[in-house]
């Protein structure tokens, strides 16, 4: 079982690249969607706790995040 945490979405393909840039300069490893609903992954993990620690942490920094069981 893996755990995605996922930020966005975004309205469009632009808006959701600059958030992927702009988190990738903070040090994330990114995986940006190239479709709708456009979503920059911003980690994968097998543990849910790891997935809920990076939610939190984005959250704070004002990121809408959701983590994507799958």
Known sequence: V????????YPDYVQA??????????G????????????????AFTREENALALQA???KKGYQVAVQKE
């Open 2 to 9: 893996k755990y995605k945490v996922k930020v966005g979405p």
């Open 17 to 26: 690249s600059r958030a992927a840039e702009e988190l990738r300069a903070q």
């Open 28 to 43: 994330y490893p990114i995986y940006l969607a190239n479709r709708s609903p456009f979503m920059v992954q911003v980690g």
């Open 57 to 59: 942490e984005l959250a």
